[in-house]
């Protein structure tokens, strides 16, 4: 009774993190209306290292002897591939609907088998290539649906899904050796860092630090949430309650991170996706569910003819 209900209660927390993900998506689009893309990203990034070095020195501080080049290697790493999608997922939401931005920004889920498949030669599974297949029907209806669907804007999102696959296949091979906490804090840093270099390099630094622009109301809210809740406090969340329950509902879970895009979308900035664009987005979603059965589940389904657990 008590590991059914700390897996229950784990589902429901990490059900909270998709609905924190997914929520942030209109949140960052009404603050990057008043403060750039790079530069939010570089204070909202910094903010969340801070938050989880504090963390560290309270709770975990024999992490900090554990600090070698191989592991400041491998935060970079992360960072770098952690900036990419972030970035391009910011920058994306100046030109498309957080709604569509969401539902892309989920591919990663599929991307990453496909990864694994085309740079680690790992073998691609059945429920992999349906996923892949479904996924990319879906991504055709959301965004190609008619012949001005398509923006610039999908294709910077685009991007932002393969930063986030290869962040989470380099993930896999890197938390296995070194402190998950340290590497995490260390990858934020990267991403704070690049986005400041990018803020001074590509768009107007003087102009995003002026007082009026930094305390208006839309960038304070979406600096809190984003860097304490939808980064620091949904990474300890996922860290700590993710060992009582298995991967493949762990995955399912954060699939619904879309969903949760596309309601608040509708609710507080009033999107609304046309028929078609409805059906990419549960063709999208249902890519990911099959990418993510495990293969038995599958062929088990297939048999019975229903995907329906007795």
């Not at 001074?200 to 809740?229: M, Q, Y």
Request: net charge positive; aromatic share 14%; proline share 2%.
């Amino acid at each position: 009774m008590k590991i059914l209900t700390s897996q229950r209660f784990a589902d429901l927390s990490l059900l909270f993190v998709a609905l924190i993900w997914g929520s942030t998506f209109v949140i960052v689009q009404n603050a990057i209306a008043f403060l750039q893309p790079l530069i939010f990203n570089g204070i909202r990034f910094f903010l969340a290292a801070l938050f989880l070095f504090l963390w560290l020195l309270l709770f975990k501080p024999s992490q900090l002897k554990q600090i070698n080049i191989h592991c400041l290697k491998a935060g970079i790493i992360l960072g770098i591939c952690l900036f990419i999608g972030y970035a391009f997922q910011t920058i994306g939401l100046v030109y498309t609907t957080s709604s569509k931005a969401g539902f892309i920004t989920g591919l990663s889920v599929v991307l990453v088998p496909l990864f694994m498949y085309l740079f680690m030669k790992q073998a691609l599974l059945i429920n992999h290539i349906i996923g892949v297949i479904i996924a990319t029907i879906g991504l055709y209806l959301l965004t190609i649906s008619n012949v001005f669907s398509f923006n610039i804007g999908d294709f910077f999102v685009f991007i932002c899904a393969i930063g986030f696959a290869l962040q989470i296949i380099l993930t896999g091979k890197y938390s296995k050796q070194y402190p998950t906490l340290l590497l995490t804090i260390m990858q934020l840093l990267t991403v704070s860092i690049l986005g400041f270099i990018g803020s001074f390099l590509f768009e107007n630094p003087k102009g995003n630090f002026k007082v009026n622009i930094l305390f208006h109301k839309e960038v304070i809210i979406a600096l809190l949430i984003t860097a304490i809740l939808a980064t620091a406090v949904a990474f300890i969340i996922q860290t700590s309650l993710q060992k009582y329950t298995n991967s493949t509902r762990v995955a399912l879970i954060i699939a619904t991170e879309p969903v949760f895009a596309a309601m608040t979308a509708y609710l507080f900035n009033n999107e609304q996706l046309t028929a078609s664009a409805t059906i990419g987005c549960m063709l999208i979603l249902l890519g990911m569910v099959f990418s993510e059965l495990p293969r038995k589940t599958l062929l088990a389904a297939f048999k019975r003819g229903s995907f329906i657990e007795k």
